[in-house]
């Protein structure tokens, strides 16, 4: 898929505090969130595990991540996030997107919500 970016706001789950909001890489070979540690921190989202994942390079890493409220399009999800290095893109992963009835139209590189979430 082509490169699409979105307007994101992830805030911690109790929404108390400021929301850090970005231009997020729409990512669906990616399945978490990823953005900026100091960014996480700053908006209250607290580290609850460490997991390693794949790059795109194909080396292993591993990173914090936590769970936090996903905001985009109308739409409101919770999700994992992953503290990455504090000059990472922010990628908006693929559970994120299907989770809020949100896909990307493989020809025009645009998100459309869904008619219906699909349940069965």
Avoid: Q, W
């Avoid at 669906?28 to 900026?36: F, H, Q, R, S, V």
């Avoid at 194909?58 to 985009?72: I, S």
């Avoid at 908006?92 to 219906?116: C, F, N, Q, W, Y």
């Amino acid at each position: 898929m082509g490169l699409t970016h979105i307007t994101v706001a992830l805030s911690n789950l109790r929404a108390d505090r400021i929301a850090f909001e970005g231009e997020f890489l729409v990512d669906t070979g990616g399945i978490d969130c990823l953005a900026p540690a100091k960014a996480l921190v700053a908006a209250g989202i607290d580290i609850e595990g460490k997991d390693v994942y794949e790059l795109a390079n194909g080396a292993l890493v591993e990173y914090p991540y936590g769970f936090a409220r996903v905001l985009f399009m109308g739409a409101e999800t919770v999700g994992k996030v992953i503290f990455g290095p504090d000059d990472c893109e922010p990628l908006l992963g693929v559970v994120a997107l299907e989770s809020t009835g949100i896909g990307v139209d493989p020809v025009s590189h645009t998100l459309k919500r869904m008619a219906a979430k699909p349940l069965k």
